[in-house]
């Protein structure tokens, strides 16, 4: 029987070990395993290949045999890499060389001979782990940024194997590209594939333009298809990813998700208008009180030293006219993904349309990601302080702007979540595809909700009935929101009946059939030119 067998640098799954010595497997958050991990389950031919996430150091060789056969039973293969690889091939090369140049932050990447010796090591390492796998007719799929050099690595194992690669992160311009000193060796890896997929056109196009310049030895034909001197053709195409929509639309209506939603809502005073209107009157009340009463503590304080009192009056002013909101944001925690802009925007426009205040309530799941990599660190104290900025800045005696959520949440109560957002803040400030945007929608399944979306991301091609946004633009993202927020309910479904008609068709389930059928087409003899 053949097989597919996946190969990416994190396994879908990670190992917890209890303290009473035994193992459970928990999903893993990011776009690669979200997307591929339903796909995966529900294939029993289907294997994947991947770094364990533990440290063999730290177990003897019975421990390392019972974490085998727990990754077994999910028909996961787990790599274990010492300290030194991980730091170098996984903390250095990939993400702190290739992941900020491929995000177009070049200045954040470092050019470390070391770690480019351990990337190219360790991708040997994952070469050797698979041989044995393979079988003749076997497929195998390998995903992102952290092994290219692996396909190259396993066609000169394997000269007839069907060998794919997707990239699930942006392919830069050729400007940023040749900046890597290693640039020929990484296309040279790549072409060991018969079929190499991005994201969208644009990232194909960029990966193109690379090769023209760093391998002009080799002729691209009109479709991509890229000449090799030993014969060979490597295709080369875009396979936009998608979310497993009824999964999302299914959770968010699980009983776990409603409650976490009305949790929420009810915390942020929605549906329940008087909450607000008893607590911030009694603040706007407290504050009348503190001009007038002698001997309360509020008697020692003017109105000016306490202008949070201020607020609370305005806030009470305007009740009546703004309903309660809650916007909602869920993101690994990672430069990228523009969070320290996306906050200013929100403080903008707590300041510029202070009738929110009171009525607003952001809720910010931001999980630390890669905390062996400084720049992560340094994100990380930064979001911190701004939250806190906002927060002490803005809040009242029983309002809290921002809600912040360091910990990973499972589907179900981020499922939740989403669903009890008005609005989704979702703007990176480069990301290859986003599938946060589509899981909102997908929770919004029928109903209104508005997205506000960055035009820097994959998903904004598709997603154009979004408020589409610069994220590096804080005024323009703040006016998003506002206008976000105060979107007409038919207005808001009658956009996202649009964008969740396209999402419903274009599964992460028929994206894998796509890349899977125009890699078994391009690699089969005589199908080339009905490749698409
Ligand atoms: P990336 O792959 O860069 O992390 P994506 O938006 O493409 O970004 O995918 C992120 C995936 O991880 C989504 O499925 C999202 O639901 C999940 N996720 C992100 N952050 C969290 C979090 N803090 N808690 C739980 N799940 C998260
Ligand atoms: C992105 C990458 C994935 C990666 C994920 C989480 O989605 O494309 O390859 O797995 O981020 O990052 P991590 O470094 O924790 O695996």
Same mark, same amino acid.
């Given at each position: 029987?053949?097989?597919?067998?996946?190969?990416?640098?994190?396994?879908?799954?990670?190992?917890?070990?209890?303290?009473?010595?035994?193992?459970?497997?928990?999903?893993?958050?990011?776009?690669?395993?979200?997307?591929?991990?339903?796909?995966?389950?529900?294939?029993?031919?289907?294997?994947?290949?991947?770094?364990?996430?533990?440290?063999? @150091?730290?177990?003897?060789?019975?421990?390392?045999?019972?974490?085998?056969?727990?990754?077994?039973?999910?028909?996961?293969? +787990?790599?274990?890499?010492?300290?030194?690889?991980?730091?170098?091939?996984?903390?250095?090369?990939? /993400?702190?060389?290739?992941?900020?140049?491929?995000?177009?932050?070049?200045?954040?990447?470092?050019?470390?001979?070391?770690?480019?010796?351990?990337?190219?090591?360790?991708?040997?390492?994952?070469?050797?782990?698979?041989? %044995?796998?393979?079988?003749?007719?076997? !497929?195998?799929?390998?995903?992102?940024?952290?092994?290219?050099?692996?396909?190259?690595?396993?066609?000169?194992?394997?000269?007839?194997?069907?060998?794919?690669?997707?990239?699930? *992160?942006?392919?830069?311009?050729?400007?940023?590209?040749?900046?890597?000193?290693?640039?020929?060796?990484?296309?040279?890896?790549?072409?060991?594939?018969?079929?190499?997929?991005?994201?969208?056109?644009?990232?194909?196009?960029?990966?193109?333009?690379?090769?023209?310049?760093?391998?002009?030895?080799?002729?691209?034909?009109?479709?991509?298809?890229?000449?090799?001197?030993?014969? &060979?053709?490597?295709?080369?195409?875009?396979? +936009?990813?998608?979310?497993?929509?009824?999964?999302?639309?299914?959770?968010?209506?699980?009983?776990?998700?409603?409650?976490?939603?009305?949790?929420?809502?009810?915390?942020?005073?929605? /549906?329940?208008?008087?909450?607000?209107?008893?607590?911030?009157?009694?603040?706007?009340?407290?504050?009348?009180?503190?001009?007038?009463?002698?001997?309360?503590?509020?008697?020692?304080?003017?109105?000016?030293?306490?202008? @949070?009192?201020?607020?609370?009056?305005?806030?009470?002013?305007?009740?009546?006219?703004?309903?309660? #909101?809650?916007?909602?944001?869920?993101?690994?925690?990672?430069?990228?993904?523009?969070? +320290?802009?996306?906050?200013?925007?929100?403080?903008?426009?707590?300041?510029?349309?202070?009738?929110?205040?009171?009525?607003?309530?952001?809720?910010?799941?931001?999980?630390?990601?890669? @905390?062996?990599?400084?720049?992560?660190?340094?994100?990380?104290?930064?979001? =911190?302080?701004?939250?806190?900025?906002?927060?002490?800045?803005?809040?009242?005696?029983?309002?809290?702007?921002?809600?912040?959520?360091?910990?990973?949440?499972?589907?179900?109560? *981020?499922?939740?979540?989403?669903?009890?957002?008005?609005?989704?803040?979702?703007?990176?400030?480069?990301?290859?595809?986003?599938?946060?945007?589509?899981?909102?929608?997908?929770?919004?399944?029928?109903?209104?909700?508005?997205? *506000?979306?960055?035009?820097?991301?994959?998903?904004?091609?598709?997603? !154009?009935?979004?408020?589409?946004?610069?994220?590096?633009?804080?005024?323009?993202?703040?006016?998003?929101?506002?206008?976000?927020? @105060?979107?007409? %309910?038919?207005?808001?479904?009658? &956009? /996202?009946?649009?964008?969740?008609?396209?999402?419903?068709?274009?599964?992460?389930?028929?994206?894998?059939?796509?890349?899977?059928?125009?890699?078994?087409?391009?690699?089969?003899?005589?199908?080339? =030119? #009905?490749?698409?």
């Amino acid at each position: 029987m053949s097989r597919l067998i996946i190969v990416s640098n994190r396994l879908p799954v990670s190992l917890d070990t209890t303290p009473d010595g035994s193992h459970t497997l928990r999903q893993n958050v990011g776009g690669l395993a979200t997307a591929i991990g339903p796909y995966h389950k529900s294939h029993r031919d289907c294997l994947w290949v991947g770094w364990s996430g533990v440290d063999p @150091e730290q177990y003897s060789e019975q421990e390392l045999a019972d974490i085998k056969q727990a990754y077994g039973q999910r028909r996961c293969v +787990p790599i274990f890499l010492s300290q030194d690889e991980i730091k170098g091939y996984y903390a250095g090369f990939s /993400n702190d060389t290739l992941w900020p140049l491929f995000h177009d932050f070049s200045h954040e990447a470092t050019f470390d001979p070391g770690d480019w010796q351990m990337y190219q090591q360790v991708n040997e390492r994952f070469a050797q782990v698979i041989a %044995p796998l393979v079988s003749k007719g076997d !497929t195998i799929w390998i995903q992102d940024y952290h092994l290219m050099l692996l396909p190259q690595l396993l066609r000169s194992r394997f000269p007839t194997a069907s060998i794919g690669w997707f990239l699930h *992160v942006p392919f830069p311009s050729v400007e940023i590209f040749r900046s890597l000193p290693w640039g020929r060796e990484i296309l040279q890896g790549l072409l060991g594939a018969d079929l190499i997929g991005f994201h969208t056109v644009d990232f194909v196009v960029s990966f193109l333009a690379s090769i023209h310049r760093l391998l002009p030895e080799l002729s691209v034909d009109t479709d991509g298809m890229i000449g090799l001197p030993d014969g &060979r053709q490597t295709a080369v195409d875009a396979f +936009p990813i998608g979310i497993d929509y009824n999964l999302y639309a299914r959770t968010a209506r699980s009983s776990l998700a409603q409650a976490m939603r009305r949790g929420i809502e009810a915390a942020a005073g929605k /549906n329940r208008g008087h909450r607000y209107r008893s607590s911030v009157a009694a603040e706007g009340d407290a504050a009348a009180e503190a001009s007038s009463s002698e001997g309360s503590w509020w008697s020692h304080h003017s109105l000016e030293d306490l202008p @949070e009192l201020t607020l609370a009056q305005s806030a009470a002013s305007s009740i009546g006219q703004k309903a309660n #909101k809650v916007i909602v944001s869920v993101d690994r925690l990672d430069y990228t993904k523009g969070l +320290p802009e996306r906050l200013e925007a929100f403080g903008r426009m707590l300041e510029k349309y202070p009738e929110w205040t009171g009525h607003v309530t952001y809720y910010l799941l931001a999980t630390p990601s890669r @905390e062996d990599v400084e720049s992560y660190r340094k994100l990380k104290a930064q979001v =911190d302080e701004l939250v806190g900025q906002i927060n002490g800045r803005y809040s009242l005696l029983a309002w809290t702007p921002i809600h912040y959520i360091t910990r990973s949440l499972s589907i179900k109560p *981020v499922c939740g979540m989403y669903a009890a957002g008005d609005v989704a803040l979702v703007t990176p400030l480069r990301d290859g595809m986003n599938l946060v945007a589509k899981e909102y929608l997908a929770c919004h399944d029928g109903r209104e909700g508005a997205l *506000v979306l960055s035009d820097m991301c994959g998903a904004a091609d598709e997603l !154009t009935d979004a408020f589409i946004v610069n994220p590096y633009d804080i005024n323009m993202v703040c006016e998003a929101l506002h206008d976000a927020l @105060e979107i007409a %309910p038919d207005e808001a479904r009658a &956009r /996202n009946i649009r964008m969740q008609a396209r999402l419903k068709v274009r599964t992460a389930s028929n994206w894998c059939k796509s890349f899977l059928n125009t890699l078994r087409q391009v690699t089969t003899p005589g199908m080339v =030119d #009905k490749r698409m």
